[in-house]
């Protein structure tokens, strides 16, 4: 009996886990309320807001100086996004043709994947340079 | 140990937690050699390195647009890669990267019709196999369902969803951003990308006290007992700090198609002028759900079992968390090996 008996610091650790629990129940009940999501949204548009103004007040500042802004790189950076957009394209519709021209010449493209897959020369320069290129070991 | 020998003890428990909490970026994640199979934009295939690839379907696995994917592969001896490459498969990672205000632009269609696509086409390059694996968690599970109902003529012969969102309705998320004063437009359009920051954040206020208290607590008692597992610590804790922004576009559309309305399981799902038509799901399908799930709550991932057309379905409910499930300390004797068991037989030439 007096083994199963908790010591003062045991029972003190019980009781505060025990209120702990309470008080994240409480908790997880007011951030559902309905009022809650109320508060939230319109805390979220005034940082919305004021970030907005942020943003504007310093992109006008910096195009005044006649320096590249966030939004002069980020045209940029989208820019390239859509020519390795279309590049991708050109590299599968080649890939795509590759195989066709692989399946007529009698070898099968499943075969000559997998023989690429085991390391074997491959017979087309153009996919495999793009492969090499992009290796790297991670970590 | 005594009250007192905890007292005495107290100072040093300091140091070594402070050391705990302020090196946890120093933590070594996502270790098991890989290589860049392809990439595109800011999205990375990788390849696993194996010697003992023995099933001929190889997985690829897709995680969600707010993290990263490094949670596949937290940390060596508790790793999902590490166990399914010891089991022999052959596994590759699609990784989403890190977007910034460039890629505001990319929307769900991106990941879903291009992304995907591409990454399955190099995957059955690479491994010389028609068929594969789409393993996908959390929002990636809803992209890889998407996948799947959008193109029925797609390469993969199992799919596996974990902790999935699909019904939205009972979610807490929806009480939040379904309202009509959360203007999701105005917050893509100012941050381009929305920072992972504030998606953390949100996902912690779900549960405020046991996120931002509780944590640090049990890890305090544990440093003072003598018994904390830093390493154990510090992986979850940098990968949970780690947060790529989110798209604008992608941020946009998830928030209005799944959490406003709700789309998926209304059938009006549209992208690229395709509907999503969740009865043209024809793959094996495994769903795994979490008992204690509350960012994808299990009644919201469980109409899909009834959405899809596959004739082989499997459901799998777990104790544990949205993260816990695949990532906690259970994980290893429990969830994994039931993902494996349902894989191997489905995954033979």
């Known amino acids: ?139 | 140990m005594n009250a007192l020998e905890r007292i005495a003890r107290s100072p040093i428990a300091a140091l070594e937690f402070a050391n705990i909490v302020l090196t946890e970026r120093d933590a070594q994640i996502a270790v098991t050699p890989k290589d860049v199979v392809w990439t595109h934009r800011t999205t990375t295939l990788y390849r696993y390195r194996s010697a003992n690839r023995t099933y001929a379907v190889p997985v690829l696995l897709v995680f969600a647009l707010i993290n990263r994917p490094d949670i596949f592969d937290l940390r060596a001896g508790h790793s999902f890669v590490e166990f399914l490459l010891d089991e022999g498969y052959d596994v590759f990672l699609l990784d989403w990267g890190v977007p910034d205000e460039a890629d505001a632009d990319l929307g769900l269609e991106h990941y879903v019709c291009d992304e995907i696509p591409s990454a399955l086409r190099e995957v059955r390059r690479v491994s010389g196999q028609e068929e594969a694996t789409l393993l996908g968690w959390c929002i990636g599970g809803t992209l890889s369902l998407l996948h799947c109902a959008l193109q029925p003529g797609t390469t993969v012969r199992n799919l596996v969803l974990l902790t999935t969102p699909i019904d939205t309705t009972a979610s807490l998320y929806t009480s939040w951003v379904a309202r009509d004063s959360f203007d999701v437009d105005r917050v893509a359009e100012v941050y381009g990308s929305v920072p992972g920051r504030t998606v953390d954040w949100a996902n912690k206020l779900m549960k405020p006290v046991s996120n931002y208290w509780t944590t640090y607590r049990r890890l305090w008692l544990q440093v003072l007992d003598g018994d904390a597992r830093p390493d154990a610590y510090q992986a979850m804790a940098k990968w949970v700090a780690d947060n790529p922004p989110f798209p604008g576009r992608a941020y946009r559309e998830w928030i209005t198609w799944m959490y406003k309305e709700n789309r998926l399981v209304r059938g009006r799902m549209r992208l690229r002028e395709r509907r999503a038509d969740l009865s043209a799901v024809e793959q094996n399908l495994l769903v795994v759900t979490a008992g204690a799930d509350h960012i994808a709550p299990r009644q919201g991932t469980l109409p899909v079992l009834d959405l899809v057309g596959s004739a082989d379905v499997t459901h799998l409910d777990r104790p544990g968390g949205h993260i816990g499930l695949m990532a906690g300390s259970k994980a290893r004797k429990e969830v994994w090996p039931d993902i494996a068991e349902w894989l191997d037989e489905r995954s033979h030439a």
Do not use: C
């Open chain 1, 1 to 139: 009996m007096a083994e199963d008996r908790l010591t003062p610091e045991q029972e003190a650790r019980r009781l505060y886990e025990e209120a702990e629990t309470r008080v994240a129940k409480a908790a997880e009940r007011v951030v559902s309320r309905d009022s809650f999501g109320e508060l939230l949204a319109m805390a979220t548009e005034n940082v919305v807001a004021v970030t907005r103004i942020s943003f504007d007040a310093l992109d006008l500042v910096w195009s005044n100086l006649r320096l590249a802004g966030r939004r002069d790189i980020t045209r940029l950076t989208r820019q390239l996004g859509r020519t390795e957009d279309k590049l991708e394209h050109v590299l599968q519709e080649v890939e795509r043709l590759r195989d066709e021209v692989e399946r007529q010449n009698g070898a099968p493209a499943s075969a000559t994947r997998a023989a690429k897959a085991d390391g074997a020369k491959p017979t087309a320069a153009g996919s495999a340079t793009r492969r090499r290129s992009q290796r790297s070991s991670a970590p």
